[in-house]
């Protein structure tokens, strides 16, 4: 792979590597912001203070709050939705999740966070990558909670490569082995890469795992939830307005998956970038400005109409 694919990999790779990235945007100063934990043990960081409530569910397998040397690039992000009037809330899953913890029960701790934390309902859910997959489970299980549902390079299906390299890439992280979890991931992304220069940079790479504080048991809860994860059933369960974003060149999610997802949700809209990856779908500015073109529309639609 060329120079430039290499140093955009390196300079997302503080991000998981179920491919959540956050690249570079924006420099602007993020607006105000908090972080906490839930007495569900969710933690979470706050960006903004519009009238509306948007809840992010980040990627994995290992959710985390954007720390470390990448982590004002994820709040700018969350700093788009802000300046269109939205309180962000980036809310990670639970800690210390027993055995057998599925994508669905992940769900269900959504749900009560947004319960006991959000009144009750939010605005819209955004969930990026492993988030999305989630976020299905949100949709379909508790509609009632949210009002429109963004799904951001996710789909019904993963890719079996790219799925088992997530489960490998866990399962190093939660042995403590940031280096080769670096080469792994980098195994994915750069696959032209000779395995030398991956073993290289692989070290460099985990530097940036370890800024992510995520209990290693969590960890491999989250890998063996997507080792299983099948999701073809979810769409028609999806009652609320959802926009499907994915890169054609996705490489955890097939084109067709994601043509799949959005056509078996009734209310939905699907937008796709050819030529573009899953990293470069999730960290490029695209994503936050068709998410608000998005919105707006919708607030547009429903306003002209007679019921609105």
Known sequence: MGGRRTFVTLAVLGAVAGGVVAASRASNPPPPHRTGTSAGGMEYLVVGD?????????????????????????????????????????????????????????????????????????????????????????????????????????????????????????????????????????????????????????????RFFAHQSVPPGDLLVEAEAEAVFDGRDLPAQIPVPTLVVCGEEDEFFPLDAVRETAEGIALSTLITYPGQGHMATLGGSDLPDDVVAWLARRDSETAATPSG
């Open 50 to 206: 519009g009238p509306r409530t948007l809840l992010m569910l980040p990627g994995g397998p290992g959710s985390a709050l954007p720390t470390g040397p990448l982590g004002r690039f994820m709040e700018g992000g969350a700093g788009r939705y802000a300046e269109a009037g939205y309180t962000v809330w980036t809310v990670t899953r639970r800690r210390g999740m027993p055995p057998g913890h599925t994508m669905a029960d992940m769900a269900d701790d959504h749900a009560v966070f947004i319960r006991e934390e959000l009144g009750g309902h939010v605005d819209v859910v955004v969930g990026e990558s492993y988030g999305g997959l989630v976020a299905m489970y949100l949709a379909a299980r508790h509609p009632a909670l949210i009002g429109s549902l963004v799904l951001a390079g996710a789909a019904v299906r993963i890719e079996e490569e790219a799925r088992d390299t997530d489960v490998r890439w866990a399962r190093q992280r939660a042995a403590g082995h940031d280096s080769e979890a670096g080469a792994t991931f980098l195994g994915l992304v750069l696959p032209r890469t000779p395995p030398w220069v991956r073993r290289v940079l692989g070290v460099v790479a985990g």
